[in-house]
Every structure is written in structure tokens, then in C-alpha cells.
């Protein structure tokens, strides 16, 4: 269900008096929809506040994919709690990036106030402190929350590359290796493997291996094992390993039917934007690929709010932007719709804002040069309005945002500004502690909370190569045994002849050989038993 109320009388213009055919009027026109939606907020015409014109966005909608941006403190974090809480309320599951740590307060009922109520009442809501049903992730175990992993196969060469700021000669490079490994069954599970494996196609005995496609130098091998032994000095190890998350959990819903809240606690890595940026680029594509296609729907499978999104795009590869650009553009027939969270459009490359039909754009700045720049830049992605859009958005308070979306028939809304409405959750963390328990206490926490470290590449690699050393060694000493036994005979055969013995010469001597001519006659016989020393035969 949606948060919708029944709105109040029109509210008066600044001049005092009701305008029903202004451009106000029909700003709100465009926001009436028939089916279920959010409520955003309600709209701000000529500085004034009117209830009554009530923004929202369709719920069927919400898979085609949304940009919510501004500058630092004009609220983007409230607008994704806002957004969440009542996908949730919806029945739609929703993925959250908590990056400062300040989102863990969705789970807890918020704290009335003045300035909760006074916002209340100035968009016409009918607030009531709720909190949400939420699990709590972590990023390899880094900081709380349910550990998410992934193994170094799952996450691919291009994704990996991106973390390990290769250039695109070692990207193809490091593509061939993952190829390798999997024609030779030889899993990548953790980055110790894949160290193996590079260690080894450069080594004497693997050098052959890769020299049919391509090979691999020993340069790009050097760099990407140093990329590797920095990414590992960082902590990185922690992310890749088993058990792997699998990412079907997000899609779950709470036994009350209410979507079920997943946020990734980022504050322990947030030093490491290049790695969580990264990585949650690997868990929309692998919902991509794990999930069938299914079309439009009355409303989504799951929304994915993908914080901080300058950072997956900056120094991007022209393969890895092709790749976010195609899983941006495909997972909507999954069911799955993408918000990115930045701080102004252009920070998202053309190709994927183009697919970003839900704006909620906060108030900008415009102290520098660039500043203006991009503040006209952001004017220009927007539809023609009655608003000066570049005085607007410099001018917005905290909590007041520029709307568009997609109407149910998949058009464009007419620009809006708006006040958004207050979150009914708490605004900010909840107790360590009670996040603590709260991790403890999910089914999912004695499935992935330990790791596991089964047999994969490294393990036959080393295996292999203690077998063939053993194999040399045996080789090398049968060889040496050989050797010296070659050198023996040698020696004998040319060691000095010792001086005959007496009897020696004796047998040697003509006259023995004389006498030994008569063998057969009883003399002869005789005398040779008797040169041997032997008795005489008596008859």
C-alpha cells in the first residue's frame, strides 16, 4: 500500500488567492496517477509550499531506473530512506549502500519532533514513527553485518581489473588468465589462487601453457601480481573467499509481507571506495545473471540504490562502462530497477543517465567555475520547465529536491519542485550494539558468517609443482647414482694390475703350459691337482 492521505484544501498562491489553471496546476496534473505510488512530497510553486499537489511516482515504474543527486547535506540520504521505507511498505524488497553509517535507523521507529512534525504538516503527511524490517551485510566481514563474499571467478576479469586500476593491455591479459583457469578446471576462489596462477604461467614449466593464444609476459605479469600485493595489503583479501553470498537473499520479504530492507554497512571501508564501488557493481550483475526475464510488472522484484556512483565510473575502461551500460539497460526486464546516487548527473556517463528516467535532483552549488558548468549541465538533462531551473536548483533548502519520473504510460512528468516528505524511520544510526544483535540474530548469519577455505587453485598448483620437484629430485639422484656408478667401472678398469702371485706365475709359465697339454695322462693330472694344492686322487 502507499502512504498516500487524503489531501487538504488547495493552499493559497503567494499572492493569496487559488490558482486552478496556473502552471502549478498542471505540474500537478501530471502527477495524478490511477494505480499505486510513493508520495515524495508536495509542491513548491513561487516559494510556497501546497499541499494539496501532492508528487509521486508510480510503483510500476520504479524498474526503470532512477539518478538521485546533489551536493553534500541537501539530503539524498533522507530522500533514499524516504523512498525505502515505503517500497517496503509495498512489499518490495530494496538494497541500500550505507557508506557513512548513517542508514542503519531504517530498521527502528523515528523520533517525533518539532521539525519531523512541522514537515508533516507543511506536505500534508500523516506521520506515524515506523521502523522496517532490515538485514545488515559487511563487506567480507569487515566491520558488522553478515559477511558478503565473492569468489575471484564470480567476480571476473573486467570487474577485477577495474578494482586493481589495470590498463586495458593488462585487462586482456588478466581476461586470459581467467580463461586458463577455467579450461583447466582450476578454480579461483580467493586471490591467493589467482596469484598461483599467474605465478605459474610465467614460470618455466607453465610458460608453454598460454603460448597457442596469445602468452603472457612477464612484465603484465609483474604488474598485476604488485596490483595484487597492494590490493591485498589494504585488507581486500577479506572480500573474496566462501561461502559466496548468494544474491537471490535480497529478493526476500518479511513474514509481514513488507519488503525486506538489505543494507550494506560500508563505514569500515569507506577509505576504499574504488573496491565497494566495484563490488556492488558484481552484485547487480550477478542478480542480472541469476535472474529470469520476466517484463514489466506491477511492481518491482527489488530496488537497488547504488551510492556514491562517481566512483564506479571514474578511470573506467571502455569494456567495463560497455558492461555497466548493458546490464543497466537489461536488468529492467529482471524486475530490478537501479537508482545511482551522486552529486551531479554528469557524473554519470551519458549512455546510463540516458536510461535513468526517475530524477530527484537536490540543490547544487555554483561557488567555482566548474561548479556553474556543471550546474548548467544538469539544467540541460531536464525537461523544458516553467521553473529557471538554474535559479532553482541553487536555491533549494535541505529536503527540497527537482522531480521528474515516468508517468504509468511511460512518459516524462513535467519538472517539479518539491518539498519531500520526513522519513518515518529513524533519521540516523541505531545503538552498535542493537546492530550487533540484530546481525546475530538473521537466519543468514550461521550460513556466511565463517569462511571457508576448500581446495581450488592454489592448492593444486602447489600440489602440483611439490609433485613434480619430488619428481626432479628423484630423477636428479637416480641420475647422480648413475653417475657414479659410471665412474666406479671407470676407475676399476684403469687402477694399476697387481704382481702376479707364485702360483700365478707358475699357471703362467711355459712349462705349465707344457704340462697342462698332457691333461687327460695320470701324470698330468697329477701335478695339476698338486700346483692346486689339492689332494691326490688314490685308486
Not at 512530497?41 to 494539496?52: E, K, N, S, T, Y
Not at 580467493?190 to 604461467?201: C, G, M, N, S, Y
Not at 515516468?406 to 520526513?422: F, M, Q
Not at 546492530?435 to 571457508?452: F, N, Q, T
Request: proline share 7%.
Amino acid at each position: 500500500m502507499s502512504q498516500s492521505t487524503d489531501p487538504p484544501e488547495p493552499a493559497a498562491t503567494a499572492g493569496g488567492q487559488t490558482d486552478p489553471d496556473g502552471p502549478a496546476a498542471a505540474i500537478a496534473a501530471g502527477y495524478a496517477f490511477t494505480g499505486p505510488a510513493l508520495e515524495l512530497g508536495a509542491l513548491l510553486w513561487d516559494g510556497v509550499c501546497d499541499p494539496a499537489r501532492q508528487i509521486r511516482v508510480p510503483l510500476s515504474m520504479l524498474n526503470r531506473h532512477g539518478l538521485v543527486a546533489g551536493a553534500t547535506g541537501t539530503g539524498k540520504t533522507k530522500t533514499l530512506q524516504l523512498v525505502a521505507e515505503q517500497l517496503s511498505a509495498n512489499g518490495v524488497p530494496v538494497f541500500l549502500a550505507d557508506v557513512k553509517g548513517d542508514v542503519s535507523g531504517i530498521s527502528a521507529p523515528g523520533a517525533p519532533g518539532g521539525r519531523t512534525q512541522e514537515r508533516a504538516r507543511e506536505v500534508g503527511q500523516s506521520w506515524e514513527a515506523t521502523g522496517y524490517p532490515a538485514e545488515f551485510y559487511s563487506l567480507g566481514g569487515i566491520g558488522p553485518g553478515i559477511p558478503v563474499r565473492a569468489s575471484v571467478t564470480a567476480f571476473g576479469p573486467v570487474l577485477l581489473s577495474k578494482v586493481l586500476q589495470l590498463n586495458q593491455t593488462q585487462e586482456q591479459s588478466l581476461g586470459l588468465i581467467f580463461h586458463y583457469a577455467d579450461s583447466k578446471g582450476l578454480e579461483l576462489i580467493d586471490l591467493k589462487d589467482l596469484r598461483a596462477v599467474v605465478a605459474f604461467l610465467v614460470s618455466d614449466q607453465g610458460k608453454a601453457e598460454l603460448k597457442g593464444i596469445g602468452g603472457l609476459s612477464t612484465v603484465t605479469a609483474g604488474v598485476i601480481l604488485r596490483a595484487l600485493t597492494a590490493f591485498e595489503q589494504q585488507g581486500a583479501s577479506e572480500f573474496f573467499g566462501e561461502p559466496e553470498f548468494d544474491t537471490s537473499e535480497f529478493l526476500r520479504t518479511a513474514p509481514d509481507g513488507r519488503g525486506l530492507i538489505s543494507v550494506l554497512e560500508l563505514p569500515a571501508v569507506q577509505d576504499k571506495p574504488q573496491l565497494f564501488s566495484t563490488f556492488l557493481m558484481w552484485l547487480l550483475a550477478d542478480l542480472y545473471a541469476d535472474l529470469p526475464e520476466v517484463g514489466d510488472l506491477e511492481r518491482p522484484k527489488l530496488v537497488f540504490f547504488f551510492d556514491e556512483a562517481h566512483l564506479l565510473f571514474n578511470g573506467a575502461s571502455k569494456a567495463f562502462l560497455e558492461s555497466i551500460t548493458q546490464t543497466v539497460r537489461l536488468i529492467r526486464s529482471k524486475g530490478i530497477g537501479v537508482f545511482f546516487v551522486t552529486q551531479t548527473p554528469k557524473d554519470v556517463p551519458a549512455d546510463v543517465l540516458a536510461q535513468l528516467g526517475n530524477r530527484v535532483q537536490h540543490a547544487l552549488r555554483a561557488f567555482t567555475p566548474d561548479d556553474a558548468k556543471a550546474l548548467k549541465a544538469t539544467v540541460r538533462t531536464f525537461p523544458n520547465s516553467p521553473y529557471d531551473l538554474e535559479e532553482l536548483l541553487t536555491g533549494l533548502g535541505t529536503g527540497e529536491a527537482v522531480v521528474t519520473v515516468l508517468s504509468e504510460n511511460g512518459a516524462p512528468t513535467p519538472v517539479a519542485a518539491t518539498r519531500l516528505r520526513a522519513p518515518q524511520s529513524l533519521m540516523g544510526p541505531i545503538d552498535p550494539a542493537a546492530l550487533d544483535a540484530a546481525v546475530k540474530a538473521s537466519p543468514l548469519y550461521s550460513r556466511y558468517a565463517e569462511p571457508v577455505d576448500r581446495e581450488s587453485a592454489y592448492e593444486k598448483i602447489t600440489a602440483e609443482q611439490a609433485a613434480a620437484e619430488a619428481q626432479a629430485e628423484a630423477a636428479a639422484a637416480a641420475a647422480e647414482a648413475d653417475k657414479q656408478a659410471k665412474a666406479a667401472e671407470r676407475a676399476a678398469r684403469s687402477a694399476p694390475k697387481p704382481e702376479p702371485s707364485l702360483a700365478q706365475q707358475v699357471v703362467g709359465s711355459g712349462l705349465f703350459r707344457s704340462l697342462a697339454r698332457s691333461v687327460g695322462t695320470q701324470l698330468g693330472r697329477e701335478i695339476s691337482r698338486s700346483l692346486f694344492g689339492t689332494a691326490r686322487r688314490r685308486r
